[in-house]
C-alpha cells in the first residue's frame, strides 16, 4: 500500500487551500469561467486585489502609513530592486550595513556589493561571530545598544538554510535608520509589528501561494519618487504603489491563492493562533530531535527556526539512509539546503497538520530503532 | 437556463489545458503530492524545466544557437531588461530603432527613453503614417529597401490594443541588425523562423499559460556577459541562460503549465495545424465583422491581427448594448483595450474552438436583427 504523502518542502510549498485553488481554476467565484480566463481589469479581480489588500492590513495590522505592494517576480530580484528604487531620496550616497546571518543576508549582500559598484549605495557588514551561522547574529544595534553609523540596516527574518530565526520581537521601536527585513520564509508565523521596519519583503512560495510572486510592505515615505531609468517601471515601487501592482499584467492567480490563505488564517484564528500553532510544531520537533541518537540540531536554542528546523546525522551514513526510509513512509522532501551540506530540514508553515509532524516523529523514531 | 460560457479574453487568457493543470495541482506526474509543494531543485522539477526547453526548440524550430530562458516577470519588464542585459556588448552606445506600430511599441519606446537618458541606449524612432495605428508600419527597413542606421530594430509581431498583425513572414533573413520582436500576443499562432531574430520575448499570458511568466528567445551571442549591476542578478539573461532559468524560484506553476500547452499543440499538429486552425478562426470572425450593418473592423485587411481582431460599432449606442448582448448569451471579455476608446475584441488564441467563434457569430447576427 502507497503510504500517505506528507512533503516538507521548504518551498515552494502548498498550503492548505490548494482546493480552492482548484475550484478558482475551475470556477472562479461562481462565474462558470476560470480564473485563467479572466482580463485583470475585470471587476471580480479588482476586488480581489483590493481585498488582497485590505486582508492584509487587517491580518497582520498594517496602516495606511504602509503600501503594500505585489510584485509578479521573485524575493531575490528585491534584493537589488529596493536598492535602486528606494536609495535615490537623498543626494548622497546612502548607507546601508548588512547584518550577516546565513545564506541569504549574504545573497542580499552581494547584490548591494554590485550596485555599490555603480554608485548606488555605500555598503558596510556587520560580521557574524560564527562562519557556519549555527547561532544569533549581534542584535545590539537593533535593540539601540550600539550606535549605527548607516541610513539602513538590512536583516533576514528567518534564514531558511540555517533555520535561523532572527528574534525581531525583540527589535526596538523608533530606530535611527530604517529596518530593511526578508520576511520570505516566516511571515505570518505569528503577530509582527511591522511599525518598526521601513521595508518588509517576501516570496510568496513559502506558506502563502505559489512561487512567482513577491510583495513588498513599504513605508510610504521611503518610496522614492525621483525616476531610476534602470528600474523597470513595472518594477518601480512608486509606479506599483499607485497602481495597486496593476501597472502590468499581475500574476494574479498567485494573488488569488494568496487571498484564500490568508481568508484560512483568517477563520482560523488569526496570526495569535499562527504563532500557537507554529510553536507547537517546532516544540515537537525540536523535542524528536533533542530525543535523537542519531541526528542533532545544529543551531543553539535562541536562535532555532520555527518554520524551518535543520538537522544533522552524526554519521553520514544516516544521512541518505534516513532520507530512503522517510520516502518509504511517504514523509517527502526533508533534504537541507543544497548549500548547507548533508544538513535535513522540515518546513512548517502555517497549516502543516500536527498529524504530520507525528508521523515525522513517528518515522524518526522508528529509524532510531532499525538504524 | 445560464447559458454556456465562453470567454474572449485577449490576455489573460485561458487554454485547453486547464485540466491537466488541475491535475497537476492534485497530483503532478503520479506522484501523489501536489506541484505546489514541490522544491524546485527536485528531478522531477529540472525534468520538466528540460521539457519545456526541448519542447520549444522542437515545436518552433529553434537551433542551439538560441537560448530560451523562462523568467519570473511579465513581458513588459523586458522593455527596459533586454536593453540593460544586451547593450553592454561594445563600448559606445548602441543604437536601437523603434518601429512605431502600437501601444505596445510605444510601451517599450518609452522605456528605452527612460534608459536613453542615463546613457544605456540611443534611441529614434520610425513613425507611423497614421497616428492611430490602423495599418501597417514601414516594413521597409525589415525587408532591406531602405538602409537603417541602427543596431537594433524593436518591433511588435502583433499589437493586441490594435489588433495589428505585422507581416513577420515577409522579414528577409541576415539584415545588417538585430531585429527584436515582442511576440507576446501571436505566438505559436503559426511557423516562426527564429533565426531572422536577434531577440522574441513574450509573456505566458496569451495563450501559453498563466500571467506572471515571461520567456526570451536569445542568440546566444547577444548574451551581455559583461556584468551590469543595475540588472538584478535574477533577471541577468546572462546569469539565467546559464542556469536554465533556476538562478532563483522559477514561477514552476506557470512553466508546467506553457509545457502542457505546447504537448498540446504537437499532439494537435504543431504550428502547421495551428496556423490553419488560426486563419479558420479569423477569416470567420472578420467574415461575420464584414458582413455586420452596426460593426465594422477599423484595421486595413493586410493589417489584421489573427489573435485578437478588433471592431467597432458605427453608433456609440452599440457599444454597451452589445457588451449586454454577449454577456446574456455567455460571450465573455470582448470589451477592447482599454486605451482604445469603444472598441471591442476577441481573444483567438491556440485551442479555442470554432464552436464558440460560430457562437460569437451567432450572437453578432442575433444582435443585427434585433439592435
Not at 27 to 55: C, N, Q, Y
Amino acid at each position: 500500500m502507497t503510504p500517505q504523502k506528507r512533503p516538507f518542502s521548504s518551498g515552494p510549498t502548498g498550503t492548505p487551500v490548494t482546493e480552492s485553488i482548484i475550484q478558482s481554476i475551475r470556477d472562479f467565484r461562481g462565474t462558470g469561467i476560470s480564473v485563467l480566463d479572466f482580463p485583470h481589469r475585470e471587476e471580480l479581480i479588482l476586488d480581489r486585489m483590493k481585498a488582497f489588500d485590505s486582508l492584509m492590513r487587517r491580518i497582520v495590522g498594517i496602516s495606511d502609513e504602509y503600501a503594500i505592494i505585489p510584485f509578479s517576480c521573485g524575493c531575490s530580484d528585491h534584493f537589488n530592486l529596493w536598492i535602486t528604487n528606494v536609495l535615490r531620496v537623498g543626494a548622497r550616497p546612502r548607507k546601508i550595513a548588512y547584518l550577516r546571518s546565513g545564506f541569504w543576508s549574504d545573497k542580499a549582500l552581494a547584490e548591494a556589493q554590485r550596485l555599490e559598484k555603480v554608485g548606488e549605495c555605500e555598503v558596510s557588514v556587520i560580521e557574524h561571530a560564527d562562519p557556519q551561522f549555527r547561532s544569533l547574529p549581534d542584535m545590539s544595534y537593533l535593540q539601540m545598544r550600539r550606535p549605527l553609523d548607516a541610513d539602513f540596516l538590512y536583516v533576514v527574518a528567518n534564514e531558511t538554510t540555517q533555520g535561523v530565526r532572527l528574534p525581531y520581537e525583540t527589535i526596538t521601536s523608533n530606530l535611527p535608520f530604517h529596518v530593511v527585513a526578508d520576511f520570505s520564509s516566516c511571515f505570518l508565523e505569528g503577530p509582527l509589528d511591522v511599525s518598526k521596519y521601513g521595508i518588509i519583503f517576501l516570496g510568496a512560495q513559502k506558506g502563502l501561494g505559489p512561487a512567482g510572486l513577491s510583495i513588498v510592505i513599504i513605508r510610504r515615505d521611503l518610496i522614492g519618487q525621483k525616476d531610476n531609468p534602470h528600474v523597470p517601471l513595472s518594477k518601480s515601487y512608486a509606479v506599483q504603489a499607485k497602481e495597486g501592482g496593476l501597472y502590468n499584467t499581475p500574476n494574479f492567480l498567485a494573488i488569488e491563492s494568496v487571498c484564500l490563505m490568508l481568508e484560512w488564517i483568517e477563520k482560523h484564528g488569526g496570526l495569535t493562533a499562527m504563532e500557537a500553532q507554529s510553536k507547537e510544531r517546532a516544540a515537537y520537533v525540536y523535542g524528536a530531535i533533542g530525543a535523537s541518537k542519531r541526528f542533532y540540531a545544529p543551531v543553539v536554542e535562541a536562535a532555532r527556526s520555527r518554520t524551518n528546523p535543520v538537522f544533522c546525522p552524526y554519521e553520514l551514513i544516516h544521512f541518505e539512509q534516513f532520507l530512503s526510509f522517510c520516502k518509504e513512509r511517504g514523509i517527502e522532501f526533508v533534504k537541507g539546503h543544497r548549500s548547507a551540506g548533508n544538513s535535513l530540514r522540515l518546513g512548517l508553515f502555517n497549516g502543516k497538520p500536527m498529524e504530520s509532524v507525528y508521523a515525522f516523529g513517528k518515522t524518526l523514531e522508528e529509524f532510531e530503532r532499525t538504524a
